[in-house]
């Protein structure tokens, strides 16, 4: 299999070490802000509530998916020196599970940035709670998204090439994949 190691783990590592965690740790604070608001109690401020607690449990849920499960064995898969190594991962079911997860988390983020603006604008004031949600909200719709369609992206080749439809190298556009991808594979994996 000829693929650029080495964006793939790029991608893992920053989802899994930076994006993740600051997500989850904003929708936190933000969770502690909401139950702390003096309108905490008002339909509009519940149902804030709960767009935010829907919204960190799929955060959480796609993490710990991919984390756990499909990381590991994109991993394997990727650094395996025996190219007949059969795939144990349906990346089929990964690529239709996890975006089903994100289109869950993007509609979530907009539902809750809608009720946010509007809230404040009946409200009559921007408080700084808004601007964190704002902030969080921005970040999924800025950071988070568009990493996880660059990574549905690869994954989607790892598709093709399982399937052995993917006739080209990963790593230039039109040289035909031969011995001199197996080393580069060997070089992207060592200088990891």
């Known amino acids: 299999m000829c693929l650029p190691i080495a964006k793939y783990k790029r991608i893992m590592i920053d989802l899994e070490t930076n994006i993740y965690p600051s997500l989850i740790k904003k929708v936190d604070e933000i969770l502690i802000g909401f139950q702390d ?19 960190k449990t799929e955060l ?7 984390v756990r499960m499909i990381f590991p064995q994109v991993l394997s898969l990727l650094t395996n020196e025996d190219d007949s190594a059969s795939v144990k991962i349906d990346f089929n079911q990964v690529a239709q599970l996890t ?14 940035q809608g009720l946010n603006n509007c809230h404040a ?16 909200l921005d970040d999924i719709q800025t ?12 994954l989607t080749t790892l598709i093709n090439e399982a399937k052995g439809l ?27």
């Open 143 to 154: 950071k988070l998204l568009p990493l996880k369609r660059q990574w549905s992206f690869m």
């Open 166 to 192: 993917n006739k080209q190298c990963g790593n230039t556009l039109n040289a035909q994949c031969g011995n001199n991808c197996k080393n580069e594979k060997k070089l992207l994996i060592n200088n990891l």
């Open 121 to 136: 604008t009946v409200q009559g004031d921007r408080n700084l709670l808004s601007a964190v949600v704002d902030v969080f």
């Open 37 to 55: 608001a003096p309108e905490h109690q008002s339909p509009v401020q519940l149902e804030k509530i709960q767009l935010t607690i829907d919204l």
């Open 60 to 66: 959480c849920s796609l993490r710990s998916y991919e």
């Open 99 to 112: 975006n089903f997860k994100e289109e869950k988390i993007e509609k979530y983020s907009y539902q809750l």
